[in-house]
């Protein structure tokens, strides 16, 4: 929870120098950091925090989705398939959480499905980026480390999401070491989100 406030607390102090779609960025934080503590304090006094996970899914992916519409922007392929895409995947999210798992059991079929859809997207970014902008130097650019971010962790957690509901709740030790995974990927993915907010101090100095 305490890796949230390094990017936020930076990309407040950059705030004059973000675009819009980073400014919308901001308040996934604030959203991020209300379903961990709301989570935390749940699963503290032994309640199902389940279903603020399971939201927070749809929540999550529709910020990361509206990113990637900003930047691919002229893209009419790439843009046709982000909308239709993200439209499969609130229908498969609200199946998982109403029918199939059940919104108080965690949601692998919709983690998985944001998982494979996130991998994709980035890959989308990183094709295009150095297919097209090979002069540029790459860590100035704030998309590339989000695109970055997220590559590294959906990849990680594609198998946690997958085997959530058979693997890891039968071994509790396999449980343990797939959310230290988890929970380190998540550290290093909100550090990347820092730096991609430091980026926009280096463009406005260009």
């Known amino acids: 929870i305490y890796s949230l406030l390094v990017p936020l607390a930076i990309g407040i102090s ?5 675009n819009k779609e980073f400014r919308f960025f901001l308040i996934y934080f604030v959203a991020s950091l209300l379903v961990e503590y709301y989570s935390s304090f749940f699963r503290m006094h032994y309640r199902n925090n389940m279903p ?15 990113m990637y519409l900003g ?10 398939f982000i909308t239709i895409s993200s439209i499969l995947f609130i229908g498969v999210a609200l199946a998982d959480m109403f029918v199939l798992n059940g919104i108080w059991k965690s949601n692998s079929y919709g983690h998985s499905t944001e998982a494979i859809l996130m991998v994709i997207y980035s890959s989308f970014f990183f094709y295009f980026f150095f ?12 998309m590339f480390w989000v695109s970055a971010a997220l590559l590294l962790f959906f990849t990680l957690n594609l198998f946690l999401y997958l085997s959530t509901n058979i693997l890891l709740v039968k071994n509790h030790k396999v449980a343990v070491a797939g959310y230290l995974l988890s929970a380190g ?14 980026c926009f101090r280096e463009k406005a100095q260009k």
């Open 14 to 18: 950059r705030f004059k120098y973000l």
């Open 131 to 142: 297919k097209g902008e090979l002069n540029k130097v790459v860590w100035k650019e704030p």
């Open 52 to 66: 603020i996970s399971n939201v927070f899914t749809l929540i999550e992916f529709g910020y990361f989705a509206i």
């Open 185 to 198: 990927a998540n550290i290093i993915c909100n550090l990347m989100f820092a730096i991609s907010f430091l």
């Open 71 to 80: 930047y691919f922007k002229g893209r009419k392929r790439i843009l046709n």
